[in-house]
């Protein structure tokens, strides 16, 4: 019997992703649950694109939060230094050098539990000055109260990114000082907001299958679903508390990434944290996994990723081209596509 047959794995009509349908994908023989990815990923995209997104930390570490995983956390001494927020004109400077190194959006972090108002007034002069340059916009802030999601948007923000982490019955074995449904109520905030959302999770920090299953699950049966989805490994840092677990087997973050690609079909899925430490071959096997997205330059907010050179050899070698900004009425992009591809590979 073809496992292509098999009705457990196929997209449920109305009842929405149940965790033992989603389970079944991950127990698919690794062939076939490539193939079926990236026939899914072929149906959806351009399978030669990659969208191409650099990252700044614009406040650095100091965070009250204790998330395990968490080199800004203060609670750990992790070495890293904290540094306050960015003036927008040190912002915008790294905004124009992303922008000439190829990066098409721009995504600024920052390591705090929830911003106060007049942070998120900084951060919206900071939104409107990288827009003006042609370049997608995409903030990660933490918890955002009434009001702030509004602000950011009219400042011209097209992403928010606020992650799930986990599995909602992994989660409290990873972050103690908020709560799942804290991010869910974040996430009809930005929504409410009408802006796009960036939502994903890490893999590698112990969890189950099942587990992983369960964070796809929650992702997926949003409505809608998150139209990028970051699916980090877990960079173990020195200092914080899952620095020494045992790492994940390369293959089973491949099929994470390949069972992300087949139940939300029509997302960007991000190949983000833990690139710098894979081969370019497991790199190819993501890409081939349905993988479309990578974060571009040498660092992430404060760990490393690999440097421009090995990304655009990488492209290189891979046929890959960065995707172009979609077309908005009355934006600049044109510039952007024309320094960038299609046709180069990742050409700065
Ligand atoms: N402070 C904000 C928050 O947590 O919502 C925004 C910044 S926070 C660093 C953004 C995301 O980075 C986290 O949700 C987590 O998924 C990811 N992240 C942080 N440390 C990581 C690590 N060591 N390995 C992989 N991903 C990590
Ligand atoms: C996401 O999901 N991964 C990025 C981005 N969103 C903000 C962050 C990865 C951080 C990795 C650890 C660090 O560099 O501090
Ligand atoms: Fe703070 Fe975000 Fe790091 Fe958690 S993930 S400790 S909220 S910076």
Not at 156 to 170: I, K, S
Not at 203 to 217: F, K, N, P
């Amino acid at each position: 019997m073809s496992v292509f047959a098999s009705d457990s794995t196929q997209h449920p009509a109305t009842a929405g992703w149940q965790r033992e349908a989603i389970l079944s994908l991950f127990a698919l023989p690794f062939n076939v649950l490539m193939a079926r990815a990236a026939s899914v990923h072929q149906a959806n995209f351009d399978a030669t694109q990659v969208q191409v997104s650099t990252l700044l930390s614009i406040k650095t570490g100091g965070c009250p939060e204790d998330c395990a995983y968490c080199p800004q956390a203060a609670r750990y001494d992790t070495g890293l230094s904290a540094h306050k927020l960015m003036s927008t004109e040190q912002v915008l400077e790294r905004a124009r050098a992303a922008k000439a190194a190829g990066a098409t959006r721009f995504c600024m972090g920052a390591a705090w539990r929830s911003p106060k108002d007049r942070e998120v007034a900084k951060v919206a002069e900071m939104i409107a000055g990288v827009k003006a340059l042609g370049l997608e916009t995409c903030a990660t802030l933490g918890m955002l109260k009434d009001g702030q999601a509004d602000a950011l948007k009219a400042a011209g923000l097209d992403y928010y990114n606020h992650n799930l982490d986990t599995a909602p019955e992994f989660y409290g074995e990873v972050i103690h000082t908020r709560a799942f449904q804290d991010r869910l109520d974040t996430l009809e905030q930005v929504r409410a907001a009408g802006m796009k959302t960036c939502c994903g999770g890490i893999v590698g920090m112990g969890e189950t299958r099942a587990q992983r299953a369960g964070l796809l699950q929650v992702l997926a049966n949003m409505n809608p679903p998150p139209e990028s989805v970051p699916i980090n490994q877990l960079v173990q840092v020195p200092g914080t508390p899952l620095h020494g677990i045992e790492a994940l087997d390369p293959f089973e973050f491949v099929r994470t990434v390949a069972v992300a690609r087949i139940v939300m079909p029509r997302a960007m899925v991000r190949l983000s944290a833990g690139r710098e430490s894979m081969s370019d071959e497991m790199q190819a096997l993501c890409f081939l996994a349905g993988a479309n997205s990578i974060f571009y330059g040498e660092k992430l907010l404060t760990t490393g990723n690999p440097d421009v050179e090995r990304d655009r050899a990488l492209f290189a070698r891979l046929d890959l081209v960065p995707m172009p900004v979609p077309q908005e009425p009355g934006t600049a992009h044109l510039d952007l596509i024309a320094a960038t591809g299609p046709g180069a590979a990742c050409s700065a």
